[in-house]
Structure formats: C-alpha cells, structure tokens
T-cell receptor, first 112, second 112 residues
C-alpha cells in the first residue's frame, strides 16, 4: 500500500543550526508533496508544496527538495530557532484514492 | 487563525451519549474533511465532502455520521462511541481536493 515514512524519533538541534527532516514514500509517484507544521494539541498548518517538476522550493528560512528518483523529500530549516520546535508532517495526494496521505511526522526540538 | 473554526475544543462523553462536532470555514473552499489523529499514528482521513457531495469512506464505523448542510459547515455526529475513539478530531478545508488543506484547531474527544 502507499506509504509515507518519516523518522519517528525526535530531532534535537541547537539554535542557529540547520534542521533537516526526511520524508520517504513508497508504492506511489505523487505529482506533489506538501509539508505541514503541527504544534501540540493544535491542527496542522500548511507550509510548502513542491511539485514533481520542481527540484527545490524556498520560503524564508524553509527549503524543500523533491527527488522523484529516490522517492524522497527533504525539509530544511536554516538558522533554526526555539520557536521552530514542533512536529513536521509530510503528505501527498493520492489521486486514485482521492485523499491526502500523511506521514506520522517528525518532532523537532531546537534548544537555545 | 486559519479560517477554519471547530467547536467544541474539548469534549468528554459517555459511551451512551450523543454529541456533535461542528466545523465552519470562511475561506470559500469547495472541499471539507474530517480527520482523526491518535497518538503515534498518521492523520487518518474519515470523510470528504466535495461541493457538498460526500465521498464514501467505508472504513469508518457507523457510530460516526457526517453532515454537510452547505459548503461552509460540516458536522460529525457521534453516538455510542468506544473508549478507543478518544482522539483529536480535525476538520479541514481546501479549494479543491488535493490542494493545500487548512485545518481547524481540533476537538479533543475523550470517551469514558
């Protein structure tokens, strides 16, 4: 079945460093991937969408890459801040099943 | 605020109760969704309404009943729930199916 895998272990980094989160997908070739941020007890917030013909997309301190050969997307936060601490979710839209398929998310902890 | 409002934010109900969750969006979106989020699990799509038409989801137990009276409102009617139904229930909307989703803050449901 179609699946998205994100590292379930929390990522701990120091303030100012670059955080890199990984999203791998299997058994499907999505036309685009989405990244969301979720804080505890709240709904996810959309961050970025990257299409299969885009290798890279940037928004302020955020950068997303999409490698259709590796079936992988990387999400980078440069100059990370404690306020970036949250869970980050990767998702793709399955046109056959007509639904967004989400990963379990990776928790990022940025310490001062 | 994302433009999607959910009420109530917290709900405790007994297994014999009937309650309803409400969702309202002011974004002019055509698609609305109910998701369930349990600990350590990916977001699980329960129901989709596109242009007020329901997309069937046969895997959801009948004790969950959605209602979409118009394009701005979505309800989830609950009755005779089980303790394992305790979770964060999230409503979302998008311009079209598959485009970026805007989530509400969620309803934290506890079934006792």
């Amino acid at each position: 079945s179609q699946k998205i895998e994100q590292n379930s272990e929390a990522l701990n980094i120091q303030e100012g460093k670059t955080a890199t989160l990984t999203c791998n997908y299997t058994n499907y070739s999505p036309a685009y991937l989405q990244w969301y941020r979720q804080d505890p007890g709240r709904g996810p917030v959309f961050l970025l969408l990257i299409r299969e013909n885009e290798k890279e997309k940037r928004k302020e301190r955020l950068k997303v890459t999409f490698d259709t050969t590796l079936k992988q997307s990387l999400f980078h936060i440069t100059a990370s801040q404690p306020a970036d601490s949250a869970t980050y979710l990767c998702a793709f839209y399955h046109t056959g099943f007509q639904k967004l398929v989400f990963g379990t998310g990776t928790r990022l902890l940025v310490s001062p | 605020e994302t433009g999607v409002t959910q009420t109530p934010r917290h709900l405790v109900m007994g297994m014999t109760n009937k309650k309803s969750l409400k969702c309202e969006q002011h974004l002019g979106h055509n698609a609305m969704y109910w998701y369930k989020q349990s600990a350590k699990k990916p977001l699980e799509l329960m129901f989709v309404y596109s242009l007020e038409e329901r997309v069937e989801n046969n895997s959801v137990p009948s004790r969950f009943s959605p209602e979409c009276p118009n394009s701005s409102h979505l309800f989830l009617h609950l009755h005779t729930l089980q303790p394992e139904d305790s979770a964060l229930y999230l409503c979302a909307s998008s311009q079209e199916e598959g485009t970026e989703a805007f989530f509400g803050q969620g309803t934290r449901l506890t079934v006792v």
